[in-house]
């Protein structure tokens, strides 16, 4: 599959340097070229796009461990109107690290971003159990801070990359409970859907028009109709009422395919209204052929009824 092309020349990350966000963002092929430009929190990345400071914006959307970032999502579903352009999964390694000298028996005092603290609960409890944690920003900004406290009771739990970029030492590595832990990250525009790839992924958010049994049934009938895989499902509050909420949804397909057109369609004219959150590369390797699969048999049952309707008298 080609790289996209990036439509802009800077793109806004969590930082400071050092975070996953930035390690992420290097790894990008298709982003090396683009200036990067952090922001301190996830917020104040999205607004960069919304105000035209960045082209493009890059941020954790989900956790394989921990599960969405809140914070991104609900910008995406309630605030911005920003459109995915890509999405970047990368494995995630995280280490206890501390200033030069430190030794694990003096640490007194844990600092990270909240996903990072709970991804690591159990060393925790089992080799600092009397530590308490603070939480800050991003893992990159525990590591800044520890740093500049210069204090040996301290550590953060951050990336090899935090402990090159802010001179600590790693005491503990890979501290994570588990091994399979990855982050998908996605980059933001404030316009443009990237042309089809045949390995797309599409998000949308939908708002049920009618609080009745069987609403969200029927939305997901539309899709079980047309073959397409839903890679994810989540109900988020709608922040209107108790009780009001919404559904964020992932789907094999781009909204250039005939069936996931057909299928967004019906889905806001009878159902619910639907915001949409882009089209796609997806990662990995087997969206392309189920996407292939689903619309052949499509193709083959259109053939069929214009063969029935051929047989219709004038």
Same mark, same amino acid.
């Given at each position: 599959?080609?790289?996209?092309?990036?439509?802009?020349?800077?793109?806004?990350?969590?930082?400071?340097?050092?975070?996953?966000?930035?390690?992420?963002?290097?790894?990008?092929?298709?982003? !090396? @070229?683009?200036? &990067?430009?952090?922001?301190?929190?996830?917020?104040?990345?999205? =607004? +960069?796009?919304? %105000?035209?400071? *960045?082209?493009?914006?890059?941020?954790?959307?989900?956790?394989?461990?921990?599960?969405?970032?809140?914070?991104?999502?609900?910008?995406?579903?309630?605030?911005?109107?920003?459109?995915?352009?890509?999405?970047?999964?990368?494995?995630?390694?995280?280490?206890?690290?501390?200033?030069?000298?430190?030794?694990?028996?003096?640490?007194?005092?844990?600092?990270?971003?909240?996903?990072?603290?709970?991804?690591?609960?159990?060393?925790?409890?089992?080799?600092?159990?009397?530590?308490?944690?603070?939480?800050?920003?991003?893992? !990159? @900004?525990?590591? &800044?801070?520890?740093?500049?406290?210069?204090?040996?009771?301290? =550590? +953060?739990?951050? %990336?090899?990359? *935090?402990?090159?970029?802010?001179?600590?030492?790693?005491?503990?590595?890979?501290?994570?409970?588990?091994?399979?832990?990855?982050?998908?990250?996605?980059?933001?525009?404030?316009?443009?859907?990237?042309?089809?790839?045949?390995?797309?992924?599409?998000?949308?958010?939908?708002?049920?028009?009618?609080?009745?049994?069987?609403?969200?049934?029927?939305?997901?009938?539309?899709?079980?109709?047309?073959?397409?895989?839903?890679?994810?499902?989540?109900?988020?509050?709608?922040?209107?009422?108790?009780?009001?909420?919404?559904?964020?949804?992932?789907?094999?397909?781009?909204?250039?395919?005939?069936?996931?057109?057909?299928?967004?369609?019906?889905?806001?004219?009878?159902?619910?209204?639907?915001?949409?959150?882009?089209?796609?590369?997806?990662?990995?390797?087997?969206?392309?052929?189920?996407?292939?699969?689903?619309?052949?048999?499509?193709?083959?049952?259109?053939?069929?009824?214009?063969?029935?309707?051929?047989?219709?008298?004038?």
């Amino acid at each position: 599959m080609d790289s996209p092309e990036p439509p802009g020349n800077k793109v806004s990350f969590l930082g400071p340097p050092g975070t996953f966000s930035e390690q992420a963002l290097l790894d990008e092929p298709f982003l !090396a @070229d683009v200036e &990067r430009v952090w922001k301190p929190t996830t917020w104040d990345v999205l =607004a +960069a796009v919304v %105000s035209g400071e *960045a082209e493009l914006g890059f941020a954790a959307l989900e956790n394989s461990i921990e599960g969405t970032v809140n914070m991104t999502l609900d910008a995406l579903a309630f605030t911005c109107d920003l459109l995915i352009q890509h999405e970047t999964i990368m494995p995630i390694q995280l280490h206890l690290l501390a200033p030069p000298g430190a030794e694990m028996a003096s640490i007194q005092k844990i600092w990270s971003f909240p996903h990072a603290l709970a991804q690591c609960t159990e060393f925790l409890h089992k080799r600092l159990p009397e530590a308490p944690t603070g939480v800050c920003e991003s893992t !990159a @900004d525990a590591a &800044r801070m520890v740093a500049e406290l210069e204090d040996r009771q301290a =550590a +953060a739990i951050a %990336s090899a990359r *935090a402990a090159e970029a802010y001179g600590l030492e790693i005491l503990a590595s890979d501290i994570g409970h588990r091994q399979e832990n990855e982050t998908r990250f996605v980059t933001l525009a404030s316009a443009g859907i990237p042309p089809a790839t045949g390995h797309d992924k599409s998000s949308i958010v939908t708002f049920q028009r009618d609080d009745r049994p069987g609403s969200l049934l029927s939305i997901l009938q539309e899709f079980a109709a047309r073959s397409i895989n839903l890679t994810k499902l989540e109900s988020r509050p709608t922040k209107q009422s108790l009780g009001n909420y919404c559904f964020i949804i992932d789907l094999e397909g781009h909204v250039s395919d005939e069936l996931v057109a057909d299928c967004l369609v019906n889905i806001q004219a009878k159902h619910a209204e639907v915001k949409f959150l882009g089209s796609y590369p997806a990662a990995g390797a087997e969206v392309a052929q189920k996407r292939r699969d689903a619309d052949e048999g499509w193709r083959k049952a259109k053939n069929w009824m214009e063969g029935l309707r051929g047989h219709l008298k004038n």
